[in-house]
């Protein structure tokens, strides 16, 4: 088989990278090992940048999103239960964010590439990436016990942070910066209404909380915990009790409860591997970097990649320039590191750490107090949080 780009991984980062190659004419095949079923079924973030919406429209998959999504002109932060709220589109000239989880933007893209004839090969396994230093770079695998080969001229490594294509960069090439941050997330997901109609995140002396949502009746709400926390010891009903507590009576007063439908405990953790280029070989999204979920920076930086992967595969192709191939790696970078810092900062803002002393605490106080009362806090955290621009 032969095409133009090969691209590893079905996540949002592949199929819309497959979806901006089509739209341009050029052969691609996105090879992932896992079923349809269960990457369609992956519960993840849900804040939608202004970038990623715009994507999903240049691609011709927003109608749904438009249709169910839930536009937020703002976001509210609480410190011990006192709750203000950061007016997103009235700092940043009406910028909005979109609600709409990551598992319905996933089918809107597997769909899509069913409709237009876009090769997604799900269960391919034992994925082998050859030559990626080559002008003839290759890979191959194999699907219902039938080894495969495409030829190709790029690979577009979108395979996640367990993925293989980062690996393929070798060592000495290859430089990792890491942060794991001491505590981790549980979530909740539930078929009830919101218990506000924007995002509330809390610093709460028991620890961070988030209360946000997938529509207007589901519910998606978060806890600081352990790293080791035992799952199992957290019925719905403590998991309730909890949220009440750290979200606040204005919150608690909204608060509708009900059985959860899906429960876990999620690491927080910084990470990015550099460069984000081997030869022929592109790296985008989770692949590259981590951002800890707090200001859901990952699916954007995933979209942000793509665009600028397309941009510069488009321009090869169209043009004959590889310089934005050339400059792919940095560029991404650039805007990676900008909400790597904003998640780290954010994360650091709004969680009570291990080791916090009253020291460390009285400044997370004093950061909370100067973004309530100066409205150029307020526009620096509101014009991050919607999605600097692509530069």
Request: proline residues 5%; glycine residues 10%.
């Amino acid at each position: 088989m032969r095409t133009g780009v090969a691209i590893i991984g079905a996540g949002p980062a592949g199929l819309l990278l497959s979806q901006l190659l089509q739209g341009a004419g050029i052969a691609c095949i996105v090879l992932e090992r896992r079923s349809r079923r269960h990457v369609e079924s992956r519960i993840r973030a849900g804040v939608l940048e202004q970038v990623t919406v715009g994507l999903m429209e240049q691609v011709g998959v927003g109608a749904r999103m438009r249709r169910e999504g839930l536009p937020h002109d703002g976001f509210n932060l609480a410190s011990d239960g006192r709750l203000f709220r950061i007016d997103m589109a009235g700092l940043t000239g009406g910028a909005q964010v979109m609600i709409y989880g990551q598992t319905e933007l996933t089918r809107d893209l597997i769909d899509a590439a069913q409709e237009r004839g876009t090769a997604v090969e799900f269960e391919s396994q034992d994925v082998t990436l050859g030559a990626v230093e080559t002008e003839r770079p290759f890979v191959t695998y194999t699907r219902n016990g039938q080894p495969l080969r495409v030829d190709c001229d790029f690979i577009a490594g979108c395979d996640g942070s367990h993925g293989i294509c980062r690996l393929a960069i070798p060592e000495g090439h290859r430089r990792s910066f890491e942060r794991v941050f001491p505590f981790g997330w549980l979530g909740i997901l539930a078929d009830v209404p919101p218990c506000a109609p924007e995002l509330i995140y809390s610093n709460h002396e028991r620890g961070f909380a988030l209360a946000s949502m997938r529509s207007h009746t589901r519910s998606r709400y978060y806890l600081q915990c352990a790293i080791d926390e035992d799952l199992t010891a957290w019925s719905d009903e403590r998991i309730w009790a909890e949220l009440a507590l750290r979200l606040g009576p204005e919150a608690e007063s909204g608060m509708r409860r009900g059985p959860s439908i899906e429960k876990s405990i999620t690491p927080l953790r910084s990470f990015v591997s550099e460069p984000m280029r081997w030869g022929r070989l592109f790296l985008a999204g989770d692949a590259a970097h981590l951002v800890p979920p707090t200001g859901a920076k990952g699916l954007n930086l995933a979209a942000s990649d793509v665009h600028f992967l397309a941009q510069a595969l488009i321009a090869h192709y169209r043009d004959g320039s590889d310089a934005a191939l050339d400059g792919y790696s940095g560029r991404a970078l650039a805007r990676v590191w900008k909400a790597e810092r904003f998640s780290w900062w954010f994360t650091s803002l709004t969680h009570r750490f291990p080791d916090m002393d009253p020291f460390a605490r009285k400044m997370q106080i004093a950061e909370l107090d100067y973004i309530r009362s100066s409205r150029t806090a307020q526009t620096m955290l509101a014009e991050n949080y919607v999605g600097l621009p692509l530069a």
